[in-house]
């Protein structure tokens, strides 16, 4: 037997079952809508996340928002599973000209998974969400341990099941010199400019193998 060209043979079994499976991938991605306009302007991007060998990767880029400041970025969905979307001009209830973070939830439901440096922590008050640049754009990458994810969503929200594919991509704040309302409503001890929703993707499935 020639086992070099065994080895051979078996390297190029594994190279394309490798690919097969990148194919085979479960794939979740949006663009950005712009929420809030009069205050935000026109803010674009892309969000995506990826299932790959246990992992969930995540991809995020936005441009128009505020330059030199952090922006929060959550997915957002329901414990019951309704199917999240983001919402239309008709959340803001109180007629203030803006959809505050607690109108958005009759259509989004609640924060479940902050996309920041530690997403498996679903700690949502932390500095270490991404920061724009001078010219108001941002990239975030990060993979996450699906199966910790999974855990750690059943034990804070009692959710048996992860499906980003029912949920969507928040991302939030405005410059410290925007002029908001005292209406518009935030999280306990949170300036509403860090919390009013900026932009929302409504994730879609790409992969073969679910279905929204």
Known sequence: MNFGRLAIGLA?????????????AVMYAAPFQALNPAITGDV???ASFREVNGKLLASIQVSGVAPDTMHLQHLHG???FMESR???AAADTND?????????RAYSGITLIPLHDDPVSLQIKTHTYPT???QGSYEYQHSIDLSKLQTAVKEKYGMDELNPGRMVVYVHSVTDKAKLPDSVRSLPDVPA???LPIACA???VQGPTKTR
């Open 78 to 80: 329901s414990r019951d």
């Open 132 to 134: 724009a640049n001078q």
């Open 193 to 195: 400019k860090v919390t």
């Open 44 to 46: 674009s991007g892309e």
């Open 96 to 104: 203030d000209g803006l959809i505050d973070l607690a109108e958005s």
């Open 86 to 88: 983001c919402p239309p």
């Open 12 to 24: 190029c079994l594994s190279s394309l079952a490798a690919a097969q499976n990148a194919d085979d």
């Open 202 to 204: 409504e994730l879609n």
